[in-house]
């Protein structure tokens, strides 16, 4: 089910990558070294989320909430494949515990965000290469792959305007060829042929977007690393994960106005 959410009063928007559970830390790069304000931050999965008992989300992000707030910048966080679903998704566990911040929210599948650089539409998940060395329900849950198009969502999306996707993986048009998956393969007899029907799943909707649309940019993480290219008008843009405390410039952000 196709779900909208008006951002149109934020008046500037950026993309992040893999947040992977350092809030605290990106919070205060986004406000004191990047030194934003009035903006819309949009994380591009991995967020970090379900590794904990609610009370500790709770918590940190009541805190981190107020931060925010100071300098009114909306963090949005996509879903990952190193998340809990239910974080993102409608459920009753979603609507008592996780709506109460003004300042961080958690986008379902198939959102669309109405911003004042064009609608985005935001579709999360991917595969974890490490996914047998996890622990089912704590480090790993098993409805982390991207949720493909049905006929319902192809009838819901024949009817929008949609200018920029946001996805943690990406379509198999765009860079890279494949994610590294290592020794990880030869535990998991599956991991190649599911990570690339992930990439195909997302390609198919790069196809069926683009026959409808002038997708102007497609933002992503996942990889770990740092792309850009424009591909027949369309500008895909893989953000860098988090690397604050590695020697390197923390946030790798996306700018788009």
């Known amino acids: 089910m196709l779900t909208k959410i008006d951002f149109t009063k934020i008046p500037e928007v950026f993309f992040i990558g893999d947040v992977h559970g350092q809030f605290s830390e990106v919070v205060n790069d986004l406000r004191t070294r990047k030194k934003l304000k009035d903006a819309l931050v949009i994380c591009c999965g991995d967020i970090g989320c379900g590794f904990y008992n609610i009370g500790y989300y709770i918590d940190l992000f009541r805190r981190l909430n107020e931060r925010l707030t100071r300098e009114n910048i909306t963090l949005a966080f996509v879903r990952g494949n190193h998340d809990n679903a239910e974080f993102f998704n409608e459920t009753e566990f979603v609507s008592k515990k996780l709506t109460e911040f003004s300042h961080i929210k958690f986008i379902p599948d198939y959102s669309i ?3 004042t650089v064009g609608n985005i539409l935001c ?4 595969i974890s290469i490490d996914r047998k060395a996890r622990v089912d329900g704590k480090s790993y849950w098993q409805n982390e792959p991207i949720i ?3 006929d319902e969502l192809r009838e819901q999306l ?12 990406t379509p198999t048009v765009a860079p890279p060829t ?7 393969c030869i535990g998991d007899i599956n991991l190649i ?4 029907n992930e990439r195909k799943t997302l390609q198919e909707l790069y196809e069926y977007l683009k026959e409808r649309n002038e997708i102007k940019h497609w933002v992503y993480g996942h990889y770990h690393t740092h792309y850009d290219t ?3 008008g369309t500008r895909f843009h893989c953000c860098d994960m988090f690397r604050d405390g590695r020697g390197n410039p923390g946030t ?3 700018y788009i106005h």
């Not at 579709?123 to 991917?126: D, E, F, I, Q």
């Not at 024949?158 to 993986?169: A, M, R, Y």
């Open 123 to 126: 579709v999360g998940g991917a």
């Open 252 to 254: 790798d952000i996306y």
């Open 148 to 150: 493909p198009l049905n």
């Open 193 to 196: 042929s599911d990570m690339e």
């Open 178 to 184: 494949q994610k590294y998956v290592g020794g990880w």
């Open 113 to 115: 965000l109405m911003t």
């Open 230 to 232: 424009i591909i027949d």
């Open 158 to 169: 024949s009817s929008e305007t949609i200018d920029i996707v946001v996805t943690h993986s």
